[in-house]
């Protein structure tokens, strides 16, 4: 990495004065470390020491603030935000502390006078893979803006012994890798083995009288502990330093014991294999819905082991529950954390004795429901039967809820049974199945989407009926992402352009400064500048890839990147035609005028979706073809860069200039890929979809390309009867594209390979790529002419990075703390 592209030598260096570093004390605080941590010295040192000396030693400087808040936060009595979700996708810690502490470049001198190698250093650092995509990530995102923004808050979520599988490119095909992430051991948490609850399963309950009243006991077959793992997440600028609070799961010691005492010594293991289970893997699924027991297990393990958590402190802090709803606000990251209503009320009713209308009370008015997807797959139900064998209590409480809440839609809606039915906790129809998104909307008091169009259709579509009784609970909080993360630490030469654009770096806790931006978007120094960033970027990646993948690629042509979960609706095998089609036009006309571009692909596809994975092997199989024709390859080249993770992201977003963002319209509830990219300077071609409609509305439309049929219009084209293979007959690089698929042209004469997606499209076609092929290939015309005149291209980038202050998570998070939570900053002081 050159000099120009080190993190955090733009921004928050003045920072180490203020919190008193010096090198002198960095470097023994190192060496210490070395030695005493890990009974090492310098001489002998692997990079993987120096990388774990180099964290505890940024550890110990976190902890100092990390304390301080959590003084200032009890003092302060403070509402708190409790951030339920099941999955926190980080990224790597060791950059991200160093700039939020502020101390990246007295680091960077510190081990240079070590002679320590600071990027092998930071490369060493294995990230915590603990989501799948978006949803995980974006929790990631509001952690950093909720400690950057000094709002008292919790992430609670598992520690997954094994996170999102690491993905190999095998001749072509995803092969998975467990995730080990934790082999080497961990640095940033700090485990509480003395914060522990019990979390039950199976069994039966049982009533008794107990003065006067009916209560109802639970006699579980099977308690698990969960146990407190802890990261300080730190605020950019500030000494607030937040917690994430990770639960893992064991046997109870007593329990082992009893079995013990009795002979059962394989009993007793298989007891501690069962409870230690519950957090060993992430469940990979992005979307469709995984009907497993111990997905369930897992939920209620985490909402559970949480919600004991607030209990104890709401307790500690003030002796009662009464105002529990006003200390804590929890919001629930989907429907994963839903069952933590139900457990709310068993928790008061069953363990502290209240009556049910003021635990209802309470319940309702703790909890705030985030829905991040309108795909019917992914919509959560249990079946009643597993539910009540897993949870038997939690299956009375529910039906209780439900009971009291089917009165009111009754006396609301007189007589609607259609419709009684229809918003019921639990579905009738499909073998009487628990509908969590339901349950989580009627224990909330408010819901949102993820972005307008999103929330748009939440109301009119899956919570329809609950919008016709509770209009007032509906909210839109359009997603964000931090620039911390996205910007300093992916992108260092940007970051530096902004600060010294902008006068100092204030524009990282405010994005709206950089519209100062605006100006030079017509300044012909300042173009020499953005050029000559982006250049340098798309050359590390170049190297990165040829280092990383194997591949060579020019930095002078135009970099096309899709990155995303690889899922029919995001259509990467809309890209995939446009590919192809391109490469019969040269192959016709060789000396055809086009720009010149490198098309990069990366993303995992769920273990078990064929198609998906189909999708990989043909782009890799395209990839093969095409970068092996001379006759074409100085213009079209194809990559798949394997295994998608935060890190590897990192290297691609600054050296983007082209985002494709074409998921089928009304599918993709927000995106994050799409501000990630943009805040960068790359250009989008974008539906119509999720955040795309607000990006394009905040860069300008004509800074965006875009294409396809609106979410109406595709809908109509269904209800009128959509027949793609017919749109193939009147388009003829479609046809051509299709055939040559199936030719066996890339798949070394095998006609059956890609049949499946051949045919799926021709005959179904669900996301409709055929509808918008040709819109598509109309707009990349385009696209390719206004990448032949740099000027006016730079002008458009630079205008993309100058209007995206929207898409911060800061302001994300303001839009909940405002609207929602109604929490206000706690400042911490050192
Ligand atoms: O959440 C994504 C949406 O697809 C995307 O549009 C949005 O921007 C993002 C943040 O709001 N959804 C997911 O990432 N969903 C999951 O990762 C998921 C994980 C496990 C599941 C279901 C969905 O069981």
Redesign the pocket.
């Known amino acids: 990495m050159s000099d120009m592209n080190r993190p955090g030598s733009a921004v928050g260096e003045s920072d180490h004065i203020r919190t008193g570093l010096s090198k002198e004390q960095l470097k023994q605080a190192y060496i210490d470390n070395l030695f005493y941590l890990l009974g090492r010295f310098l001489e002998v040192a692997t990079p993987h020491d120096s990388y774990m000396a180099a964290a505890y030693t940024v550890r110990d400087r976190m902890l100092d603030r990390w304390i301080k808040t959590a003084r200032t936060y009890k003092a302060s009595q403070a509402r708190t935000v409790c951030y339920l979700s ?2 926190f996708l980080l990224g790597p810690h060791l950059a991200k502390n160093l700039i939020n502490l502020g101390i990246m470049e007295v680091s960077r001198e510190a081990g240079a006078e070590l002679g320590l190698d600071f990027e092998a250093i930071l490369e060493q650092e294995e990230e915590p893979g603990l ?6 990530r ?1 929790a990631a995102c509001y952690l950093d803006s909720l400690a950057t923004l000094q709002i008292p808050a919790i992430g609670y979520g598992i520690r997954y012994e094994f996170g999102i599988f690491d993905q190999l490119i095998e001749d072509g095909w995803q092969v998975e890798k467990s995730d080990v992430w934790l082999r080497d051991g961990n640095p940033w948490e700090l485990p509480r083995p003395k914060l522990r609850f019990p979390v039950r399963f199976g069994g039966h309950t049982e009533t008794f009288q107990d003065d006067g009243r009916v209560r109802v006991r639970w006699i579980p077959d099977l308690v698990v502990e969960g146990r407190a793992y802890d990261t300080p997440i730190l605020g950019y600028g500030v000494s607030n330093a937040n917690l994430l609070r990770l639960w893992s799961a064991h046997a109870p010691e007593s329990f082992d014991f009893q079995a013990f005492n009795t002979g059962d010594y394989y009993g007793a293991v298989h007891a501690k294999v069962e409870a230690e289970t519950i957090s060993k893997v992430l ?1 990979p ?3 469709p ?2 009907g497993k027991e111990l997905r369930l297990k897992q939920q209620y393990f985490f909402a559970s082991c949480s919600l004991q958590d607030m209990i104890r402190l709401q307790l500690g802090a003030a002796g009662t529950l009464e105002g529990f709803h006003e200390k804590f606000v929890v919001q629930l990251n ?1 429907t ?1 954390p839903a069952i933590a209503v139900a457990e709310l009320m068993r928790l008061l009713i069953d363990e502290h004795r209240m009556d049910w209308e003021p635990a209802w009370e309470i319940t309702r008015r703790t909890f705030a429901f ?1 829905n ?2 309108l795909l019917p797959e ?1 919509l ?1 139900t249990w079946t009643v039967a597993l539910f009540g064998r897993l949870l038997p209590r939690l299956l009375e409480i529910v039906y209780e809820i439900n009971r009291r809440f089917l009165d009111k839609v009754r006396m609301h809606f007189l007589g609607d049974e259609a419709r009684i039915a229809r918003m019921s906790l639990i579905d009738e129809g499909h073998g009487r199945r628990i509908r969590m998104a339901h349950l989580a909307t009627v224990g909330s008091f408010a819901i949102n989407g ?1 972005a307008e169009m999103h929330s748009e259709l939440v109301k009119s579509t899956i919570l329809k009926d609950f919008h016709d009784l509770w209009p007032e609970r509906f909210h839109n909080v359009t ?1 964000g992402v931090t620039p911390r993360r996205f910007i300093i630490v992916s992108n260092p030469r940007l970051a530096r352009l902004l600060t010294e654009c902008c006068g100092d770096d204030g524009w990282v806790r405010d994005m709206d400064r950089l519209r100062s931006l605006e100006p030079l978007a017509d300044d012909v120094g300042f173009h020499e500048d953005w050029r000559r960033m982006k250049t340098a970027a798309k050359r590390d990646l170049a190297d990165w890839l040829r280092r990383r993948v194997g591949v060579n690629v020019d930095p002078e042509t135009l970099f096309d990147v899709q990155v995303k ?1 690889i899922h029919e609706y995001k259509r990467q095998h809309l890209n995939v035609l446009h590919i192809i089609t391109l490469y019969e036009r040269l192959k016709a006309e060789p000396n055809r005028d086009v720009a010149p571009r490198t098309f990069v692909f990366g993303g995992k596809a769920a273990p078990g979706y064929l198609m998906a994975k189909l999708i990989i092997k043909l782009i890799n199989s395209v990839a093969e073809v095409i970068n092996q024709d001379p006759q074409v390859n100085d213009r079209l080249r194809v990559v798949f860069m394997p295994d998608f993770n935060v890190k590897n992201a990192q290297h691609l977003y600054p050296a983007a200039d082209l985002s494709e963002q074409i998921s089928m319209a009304g599918k ?5 890929g799409n501000m990630k990219f943009a805040m960068n300077g790359a250009l989008t071609i974008g539906t119509l979809d ?2 795309n409609v607000e990006i394009r509305e905040e860069v300008g439309d004509e800074n965006f390309f875009l294409f396809g049929h609106t979410a109406e219009q595709l809908q109509r084209l269904q209800a009128e009867g959509y027949r793609p293979w017919e749109i193939c007959n009147d388009r003829f690089e479609l046809r051509s594209a299709l055939d040559l698929i199936a030719s066996g042209l890339f798949s070394h004469g095998d006609k059956e390979l890609f049949r499946p997606l051949v045919e799926n499209l021709l005959y179904q076609d669900p996301f409709m790529v055929l509808a918008d092929y040709e819109l598509y290939l109309d707009r990349q015309t385009e696209v390719s002419h206004a990448w032949r005149d740099p000027k006016h291209w730079n002008r458009m980038s630079i205008l993309n990075v100058a209007r995206m202050g929207k898409f911060s998570s800061d302001r994300s998070i303001r839009d909940y703390c405002e609207r929602i939570w109604r929490v206000r900053p706690v400042p911490a002081e050192l």
């Open positions: 099941a999955e989501g799948n995509g978006g949803l995980g974006l469940y699924n992005d979307e819905q995984a989907d994963h985030t991040h997807t992914a959560e993820v997603n979960r993709e509830a927000s995106g994050t999720g955040a």
